[in-house]
């Protein structure tokens, strides 16, 4: 069973097409409302907390449709609600209209974003589970280094209603490489509640990888909530570098801990990665500057791009494959949880401190990731003694 397929890659393309949106509007949204509505620090979080807690919720209504519904045209719908909803932002004339937009934007994203690792995971061969998520998993780092900058620049140069017509355009260009004719299962029974037996023994199963998974989803948060309005509080004009050299060393990293994920495990890919996460959030708490933005940059992305395909491959290794639409909607879910709850928290710790001080205080929380991880290696290793005597 081959890895890099037709289907494959047009998956690839719309993930793309799908980050692309949502971090070409993420990153500008905050400094327009400031500019445009006056708000503050906490009101501008909001912009990228209610997004991902509506995406939650779409995810997990696409958890539930795609028993009924076949995965084509549920992905067609959530693409039209993503590109209606880009549109909107043009018409947003106040605070709370942005609001509202954002979450329906926010519901499209969670259903497609739901859906396509759904479909991607099912023409993995499962011996190359490691490898093949981490090279999925370039489409978003790739739209998240292209995405702010593009944005930022339209904005800048053009205007903000010419960046609404691009985001939207980059949604209505998902719909061509969408495959009609994959084959799909019938539609089941009435699917279990959330709160059954079984998706509680998933949930007690994936626990700690979702902990984990939230952690470092706050010091995403961080990153895509703040760190435009950081430059632009420094008078630093050349912020939009950071998420470039970021790029290449997720890029870097995803594909070589993929390969040593396959072969080694998950444990020690992730004490390095989030000594790495660590050591370059608490680069951006220094003064900012080229030098300090570019090592932060290339930190972040080493640690972040090894942390989060690995907890992802390690959830999916961990469930059936007949459950890997929920243990898909658990981990973007996760995501989406820690990003939200980081933004807003991490919001009002800027109100209060500055952006300099955020930052160090979010490299503090991996010193909580690297507890739980050690005491996770510790149990699993005392059960194995045990099992052995």
Known sequence: MKLW????IRLMLIYFL?????QSMLATLPTHAKLSFLSNDFMLSLITGIFALSAIVGRFLAVVLLRRIARPPLLIVSILIVGM??????????????????????????IGSTIIPTMVTEIIPRHRMGEGIGIFGTTTMIAMAVGPPVGLLVMNQMSMTSLVLISAAAAIMMLPFISYKQTVKPVGPKPAP???????????????????????SVTLGSIIGFLVLYGNSEGFE?????????????????ISAGRLLDRRGHNGILLVGAGLLMAGLSVLALPLSLATVMLSAFLYGLGFGSVQPTLQTWMLRAIEADSH?????L?????DLGIAAGTMCLGVVASLTGYGFMYGFTASLMVIFLTILGIQMTRKKHTQTKQAA
């Open 18 to 22: 799908l980050f692309f949106n949502m």
């Open 238 to 254: 050349r912020i939009g570098l950071f998420f470039l050299v970021n790029f290449i060393a997720i890029l870097i990293s995803r």
């Open 331 to 335: 981990f973007y879910n996760s995501v």
């Open 325 to 329: 639409s929920t243990v898909n909607m």
């Open 85 to 110: 909803s880009t549109l909107a932002y043009g018409i947003s004339e106040s605070m709370m209209t942005l609001l509202l937009v954002r979450i329906c934007h926010g519901a499209g994203f969670g």
């Open 194 to 216: 959330i709160a059954s037996t079984s998706q509680k023994a998933i949930l007690g199963k994936l626990l700690i990888p979702l902990t984990l998974n939230i952690l470092a």
């Open 5 to 8: 397929t037709s289907l494959f």
